[in-house]
């Protein structure tokens, strides 16, 4: 392949979102499409390393698991919410702090932004190899 032309095999997000928990960590939502004219959905985890490199998570939601998903996913919270943690003000955490670098992104993102993702971060869905320091989990 040409250095700088993309493989177009891999996944363009079509939709991405994205939010910064802490100075080393930050959540990403990309749908990205499936070769079935569907979409799936990839939750990454990106973690800063002291050395300046990434850490990555990921997980991939299909169609058919996201209802349940989200339904277990609200149980769970809800559950730590009123039972665990009652006292605890979750409301707080609404509005993100000034300053902060929690942002929408368009349709396959910015190039000219900096993306920790940006170290050959498409992958395919499941059959893909993982790179060093990248899980994926799939429920």
Do not use: C
């Not at 991405?16 to 990839?42: C, E």
């Not at 997980?59 to 058919?64: S, T, V």
């Not at 190039?111 to 498409?122: C, G, I, K, M, T």
């Amino acid at each position: 392949m040409e250095k700088g032309k993309k493989d177009s095999s891999k996944a363009e997000s079509v939709f991405t979102r994205r939010f910064r928990a802490g100075r080393r960590r930050t959540y990403f939502f990309d749908v990205r499409p499936a070769k079935s004219n569907d979409y799936f959905l990839v939750i990454t985890e990106s973690k800063k390393r002291p050395d300046a490199t990434y850490e990555r998570y990921k997980i991939f939601l299909y169609k058919e698991d996201l209802k349940k998903f989200l339904q277990t996913f609200n149980e769970t919270f809800e559950h730590m919410r009123t039972q665990l943690m009652p006292d605890f003000d979750f409301d707080a955490y609404d509005e993100p702090a000034a300053g902060s670098n929690d942002e929408e992104r368009p349709a396959g993102g910015n190039a000219d932004a900096p993306d920790e993702r940006s170290q050959s971060e498409e992958e395919p869905p499941p059959s893909s190899q993982h790179s060093e320091g990248e899980e994926e989990l799939r429920w």
